[in-house]
C-alpha cells in the first residue's frame, strides 16, 4: 500500500505496524465471535439448547455513572 514511502516506513519504526496490528485483532476477534455464535447458529437461532433455560428478556437498565467527579 505505502511502498517507497520513508515517511511511513519511519512510522512504523516508531510506532509500530498499527494497521497491520488492528487487522490481527479484529480477525481474531472475528473468531472468538463466530466460536460464541456456534450454539446459536447450530440450534436455528430461535431456543437455547434442551436443558438450558430461556435468557430472560431484556429490559430497559440504567448505566452506571463512571468514577471520578460529576457536574451537576
Known amino acids: ?4 514511502s520513508p ?3 519511519r512510522l512504523i ?7 497491520t496490528q488492528v487487522r490481527r485483532e479484529a480477525e481474531r476477534v472475528s ?3 463466530e466460536f460464541a455464535m456456534q450454539p446459536l447458529l447450530q440450534s436455528g437461532g430461535h ?4 436443558g438450558r433455560p430461556a ?6 437498565q ?3 455513572l463512571p468514577p471520578g467527579p ?3
Open 70 to 72: 460529576q457536574s451537576r
Open 13 to 19: 519504526a516508531e510506532r509500530g505496524d498499527i494497521p
Open 62 to 64: 440504567r448505566s452506571a
Open 7 to 9: 515517511i511511513y516506513d
Open 47 to 50: 431456543a437455547p439448547p434442551p
Open 1 to 4: 500500500m505505502f511502498q517507497d
Open 31 to 33: 473468531r472468538e465471535v
Open 55 to 60: 435468557p430472560p428478556a431484556p429490559t430497559w
